[in-house]
């Protein structure tokens, strides 16, 4: 459900700022459900439960050396020499020692010996048939190469609160926990639409004034890299009555509709007409910023997010990133982190009076690591360019100079 019912028509705003936008299109958005998976299926997951911690951590008193396991009261007493009374190894339950002359040989991950409280290591010591002798000079710690029962973290306490994402530590923690199974966000299915009779699918033959449909691709790969698997793929001609029919079926079929296409001022850009036809609310048009100044985005009768994205693939990009791709995982109930922000690596000036997405390459070498070097596009039409960048940076408007050393918001793509 919505945060605002879709009967409560929004009142349209034209020409917002970024920031306008992104706080629109929460106050709009979903909230989606959860599901229970099998530890299996949880990685790239957000986590929609609190786990806690099912023992101490660790969960006994660990041996992190390979070696011998002694009571340090033999050291205070000057000793040096031990006689072997077992071996413990990883997995097995912890042995006695019996007499605070004797040793018993230890494993890394091993239980430390009962009546043990000191790991001298392999290299430290040198074996004499059923006898070990510390190496001369050699002054152990007492209490040394153990890894305490409970000192990482205690049994009972959250380990994980709701809406991480489950990467490899985290999965590491929840398989620790001994949770079999997971409650995580269930995934939104999504459409991915393309529309343009100049839009030609890879395969098959195109004529000299006609083009690949790359943005359904690039969008889909941008949801993937975020785990969403759930996309149907869609390519529709300038055609009104075809357009109805089948975003309506899509509509019908998954949760959030993305379009690319049509939503400018052409005559065949007919994309906002043929939503509001499809009883889709708009909530703005227009969003005071370049590439992708025409942004569409509205809100279905049932409450579904509508985003109708301007065709230039650069503009197509910058809008999935910028607004569809955090908007979805928020409604997800991913925790809001702080945006990731990088150094401006060079001086850019920037006349009209727009919010300025500049794609960007991180340097990576040794003289300015992590400053952000324009790499900016020979227009919005220019995606071939951004493969030499790793994302853009947000260059807020009201300004046109924006000097080198300026710390930016960026995103990646
Ligand atoms: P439009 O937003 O429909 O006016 O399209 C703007 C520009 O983006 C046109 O040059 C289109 O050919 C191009 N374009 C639109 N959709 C796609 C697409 N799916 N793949 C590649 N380019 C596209
Ligand atoms: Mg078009």
Redesign the pocket.
Known sequence: MSKRMATQAPEATYRIDVAEAVRLIDEFMPTYGSQPVSLEDAAGCILRQTVTAERDQPPYDRVTMDGIAIDSAALAEGLREFTLAGNQAAGQAALRLPATNACIEIMTGAVLPIGTDTVIPVERIEHQADRVKLEAGYEAVPGQFIHARGSDHAKGLPLLDPGVRIRAPEMAILTAAGSATVTVAAWPKLAVI???D??VEVGKPLEAHQ??????H?IKAALRARGFQHCIRA?LP?EPQRLIQRIGELHEETDVLIL?????M?K??YVPGVLEKLGVQLVFHKVLQRPGL?MWFGISQSGKPVFAL????V??LVCVIRYVLPALLQAMGLRAEAVEHVVLGDAVEFKPDLSWFLPVKLDSGAGNPGAALPRPTNT??D?ISLGDSDGFVELQRGQDRYAAGLYVPFYRW
């Open positions: 393309s529309t343009g100049e839009l083009i690949r449909s790359s943005n359904d690039a390519h300038d690319s296409g049509g939503v400018s052409g065949y850009d025409p301007p065709g230039n693939p503009s197509t919005s039409g995606f």
